[in-house]
């Protein structure tokens, strides 16, 4: 069996942020999940922001942003965490995926999660983020993972329950090891307008900054 490339993308705001850490855990535990250790590759969307504008306003990606794409189309499976704000995903993660191919997760193993301060905000996975990604053609893992505020240690450790995310992780490995390696296709990029996912309740401004 080849090599398999992972994608962690996490939208969170700081390279400390507790989005970061619930990304670390999780492909930490996909990784020991996989039948062999995959090559990880971490995405911060954060550091496409301005990338990411540009290509909503000129339909064509730009930039760094163009290599980040083919590495998501590469991947044999993502890993995708964001913060959730009022029940919605944050807004550069929803701009980073309507900037995003249409085809470049399509038939691919997706393990979503969030944090967030409150879990009543948990159904921003089940309601925006797994929609939003089986409207990508994502085979989308069934287990979500979603960290609260009282979840977490803040020691620098845990940001979800350790059983939920080795469940998810050994889902999310079961469905990299059955696929064929990737080769990617060539693609005729068609992008999608601003606000693409909005039939999800999703909307298309970017939240306010915060800790997450």
């Not at 962690?8 to 619930?22: D, E, K």
């Not at 053609?137 to 009282?150: C, D, I, L, R, Y």
């Not at 979840?151 to 992780?169: H, I, N, T």
Request: with cysteine; aromatic share 4%; net charge neutral.
């Amino acid at each position: 069996m080849s090599e398999r490339n992972l994608v962690v993308l996490s939208a969170g705001l700081s390279r400390s942020s507790s989005t970061r850490l619930l990304a670390d855990q999780l492909s930490e535990a996909a990784g020991r999940a996989l039948a062999e250790a995959p090559r990880i590759e971490e995405i911060a969307v954060g550091d496409y922001a301005k990338d990411v504008a540009n290509t909503l306003a000129t339909g064509a990606p730009g930039g760094e942003l163009r290599t980040v794409l083919e590495r998501l189309v590469a991947a044999d499976g993502v890993i995708a965490v964001t913060p959730v704000y009022q029940s919605s995903p944050g807004g550069l993660f929803k701009w980073f995926f309507d900037a995003v191919d249409e085809g470049a997760v399509a038939g691919k193993p997706v393990l979503i999660a969030a944090t967030d301060g409150a879990p009543r905000h948990e159904r921003a996975l089940e309601h925006g983020i797994r929609p939003m990604f089986a409207d990508l053609g994502a085979e989308v893992v069934p287990t979500a993972v979603h960290a609260a505020s009282e979840d977490r240690a803040y020691a620098g450790e845990s940001s979800a329950p350790a059983d939920l995310v080795e469940r998810a992780a050994r889902e999310f490995a079961a469905l990299v090891d059955r696929r064929p390696s990737t080769c990617p296709p060539q693609r005729t990029r068609r992008p999608r307008p601003l606000g693409a996912h909005a039939r999800h309740g999703e909307r298309a401004v970017p939240a306010a900054a915060g800790s997450r």
